[in-house]
């Protein structure tokens, strides 16, 4: 994923963008970068990568090198940002959230058509903000050139830009997949992915964008440059795992959504009867604890913590490369409160399961531990497509999703066919892909949440979130 921060004030901002930014971090992991028009009208431009360390000790030097009334911040798990760029229409920095699936062919039109050259990293890669700055720039006037670019690019483009005149641009993907966030205080505007990030800093809120809205912010106001789209496919993850708790999306908290649909999806497990004889239930920290908060009271089964994760000096799970690694922090970082586990049938409520690395080792550890029984919840439905519009997760195919892996050893290629089927805990193949996921991972029971449900959680218009990575549906 990624993210980014910008604020246009009366006084100088560094300090909003810094922490704003790092508000921003568990949304990214690779690098970072912060760009400010300095007092002399100069851009000025920091890009560290945070695999020596978190956005806050990397970046904690710019209060004493940067200094402007403007600037922007982002984080990012891929290409290095903001770009700084010399143009016929200025000099900007731009950088993105998002992701670019057609690239190597947009790249490849370029290089053919009108020649010219990009920049690559040593892997052979393009930079994704070269090559939006390069749609751009192919455009006589620069807002034609941002419409063109979101035209172009398949997949999800969140752009910012700022102007070396202390304007920021602020643009709305075509399909309003991920959001803008706009607050204001009494010195000027911000902008931000996370609401909570600027609330903290004293801003309050202003609106938020709509699909490919395209803004111009100064300190003395936000004006509309293109008007948004009515049709939205904003994506169902942001409430369900990867958004922080205390933000708000489309008017809706991610907290609050989240002890919701924990509590719908007890409601279910209630009328089924199945959830009888359990002790406690349990989130699976951090992203399913809320969750497992709601199914606990939608059912007045207790909640309880029966392993703590450590996290003083652990850094997050996925953080390393290889899958053995990530494993061996995960089990590390689970240090388990016996007196909750021993003899007890626990009821654990996840976010989601998408490729399922880790949950063998989990069931493992509490079964060693003492535990009588392990069920598992997910509170999203069965993940069956790969997202071609955000890269929320490491899976990189179809074929990383555990649904899918485990479907084909049920039934070959030709079980592809019937995902609808699979998906669905009534039908026979539901019921056989379910169970031969407790198998393969010990648990005493496995159920996921509907997607009606998950979406009446959400409780905005069904027609704009995207629901694809579980129905195929665009």
Known sequence: MGAFFGVVSKRDCIKDVFFGTDYH????????????????????????????????TQFESSFNVMEGNAAIGTISDHDPQPLIIKSRHGVYAICYVGIINNLEALVDEHLHEKGGHFGVSTGGEVNAVELIATLIESKEDFIEGIRYAQSRI???ANILILMEDERIIAVRDYMGRLPILLGKNE??????????????????????LGPAEIVEMTKDGVKTIVPPREEMRICSFLWTYYGYP???????????????????LAQDDCKKGNNKGVDYVCGVPDSGTPHAIGYSNGCGIPFARPYIKYTPSWSRSFMPEKQVDRNEIAKMKQVPVTQLIKDKSLLFVDDSIVRGTQLRETVNFLYN????????????PPIMFGCKYLNFSRATSDRELLTRRIIVELEGEEGLNYIDEYADSNTERGKKMRQAICDKFGFTSLEYQSLENMMNSIGIDKCKLCTYCWNGKE
């Open 25 to 56: 971090s568990h949304l990214a992991t690779a690098c970072a970068g912060l760009a400010v028009c300095r007092p002399d009208g100069q851009l000025q431009r920091k890009i560290h990568n945070l695999d020596k360390g978190p956005f806050r």
């Open 246 to 264: 205390t933000s708000t999306y489309e008017g809706v908290n991610v907290e609050v959504m989240r002890t919701r649909n924990g509590a719908l």
């Open 154 to 156: 398949e997949g999800t």
């Open 369 to 380: 531990n003492g535990a009588k029984a392990v069920h598992m919840r997910s509170a999203c």
């Open 187 to 208: 010195d000027g505007y911000c902008l931000a992915f996370e609401s909570f990030s600027y609330q903290k800093l004293g801003y309050e809120d202003f609106r938020e």
